[in-house]
């Protein structure tokens, strides 16, 4: 808003300056053609004196006027001479008096821009609009939700035996950050529609969240509450692996997640937790433990050591960090990858674990073919796929129910 109106005045002011430097600059030259003028003429004047005198005096030395009559004439000559300097004078005076008038018209001329400014921005509103910043994207999805909230409320208000929308109400809090409010709309929903696990677990998440994401006694009561009702509730399972994987108890945080997803609750984000728990996975055998077997997800999986050659390591060394994708694709058919992993160069070497939790879509997962190619690449600008300039190591042909692990060397230049 400052930016745009300083341009406004920059502008207006260079339109001032035009009108006002013409003013000065025509009545500086005025003045200067004037004085000239005035004292060519005054010169021209004061030579004529001089050659009629001359030409006066010479006829007397000559004899061919008298006394009398040169006394006359340099009388009449010096009147003459008078009388013309008067009249320059006079002439120089009316001309001075004409530069009052001049003035007006850049007065006016200004204050016509300056009032027409004025009035233009107060009926077009310019100078109401400068002053509201544009809404950012964050800003249109907090209004959203206040939106949203505001018509839960009314709900509520209408219906207080609405326990959907108390429960939708209390998920809108604890985006927002109002725990306390969050707490007692559960609360509510509770009062109406008795003891459920899911209740419990959604209170608990909220009292976690206020609490700073700890878990504190009061935060556990809830969580032991729900689990007895429903051990494979998915709030409290989801709450309780979140909290595991941030504390980097990625075993136990695969734990709960796999509880979830062996649940079939048609409610949860699947794909949203496989991709997790492939995270933690990868985490968890980059720090050199192994993945339990009786809690992985069912399927093929393929284990892949990745690691960078020396020559490789060196090139990567003169540049900031870059991505790695390690991926499969069907050997026959669509080479939309089945399995994918993504992490930064400076995690290698690492072993990754490929199989349906870590399928980029639900149509194309491990178990659905039986023979891939294999590929780890480190991208030079971020994207995936195999791009000029990249580095590269793959094996093809590799059976999906292989138990042997897979060994991929990045040190080839994609040409």
């Known amino acids: 808003m400052i930016e745009v109106l300083s341009l406004l005045v920059i502008f207006i002011l260079l339109i001032l300056g035009i009108i006002w430097g013409h003013f000065i600059f025509a009545n500086k030259n005025k003045d200067q053609d004037e004085t000239f003028t005035s004292q060519r003429r005054e010169n021209t004047n ?35 001479l008078l009388q013309d300097i008067d009249q320059s004078n006079t002439s120089a005076a009316d001309l001075s008096q004409d530069r009052p008038l001049g003035l007006m018209w850049p007065v006016m001329l200004s204050i016509f821009v300056l009032v027409f400014s004025i009035v233009f921005y107060n009926q077009h509103g310019a100078l109401e609009q400068l002053s509201q910043s544009p809404p950012t994207p964050a800003d249109s999805e907090q209004m959203q939700v206040h939106q949203q909230m505001e018509a839960l409320i009314k709900q509520t208000t209408e219906n207080p035996q609405n326990a959907e929308a108390w429960y939708a109400l209390g998920q809108a809090y604890v985006g927002l950050g109002r725990f306390d409010s969050a ?51 998915p709030s409290t399972n989801i709450l309780l692996g979140m909290h595991n994987f941030m504390a980097q108890e990625y075993q136990q945080a695969i734990d709960y997640w796999t509880v979830v997803i062996n649940s079939g609750r048609s409610t949860v984000n699947v794909e949203a937790l496989r991709e997790a728990i492939s995270e933690a996975k990868n985490r968890l055998t ?130």
């Open 46 to 80: 004061v030579d004529l004196y001089h050659e009629h005198k001359a030409e006066i005096e010479k006829d007397f030395a000559d004899g061919a006027i008298d006394d009398e009559s040169y006394k006359y004439l340099l009388a009449e000559l010096d009147k003459s």
């Open 183 to 233: 707490i007692e709309a559960f609360d509510t929903v509770i009062s109406i529609e008795g003891e459920h696990a899911d209740l419990y677990g959604a209170k608990a998440q909220a009292m976690y969240y206020r609490a700073d994401q700890h878990i504190t006694p009061e935060v556990q009561s809830f969580i032991d509450k729900a689990l007895s009702i429903d051990p494979n509730d």
């Open 286 to 415: 980059a720090s050199g433990e192994q993945v339990a077997n009786n809690t992985e997800v069912a399927g093929p999986q393929l284990s892949v050591d990745v690691s960078l050659s020396d020559s490789i390591i060196e090139k990567l060394s003169q540049s900031e960090d870059k991505v790695v994708f390690i991926y499969a694709v069907p050997a026959q058919g669509a080479r939309m990858p089945v399995a994918a992993v993504k992490m930064m160069a400076s995690d290698l070497p690492a072993k990754v674990v490929l199989s349906d939790a870590t399928a980029m879509s639900p149509q194309a997962k491990l178990s659905d073919v039986s023979v891939v190619h294999v590929y780890a690449v480190v991208s030079k600008l971020g994207g995936a796929g195999i791009k000029s300039g990249d580095f590269k190591a793959e094996q093809t042909n590799i059976n999906v129910t292989t138990t042997q692990d897979i060994e991929l060397v990045i040190d080839e230049v994609v040409p």
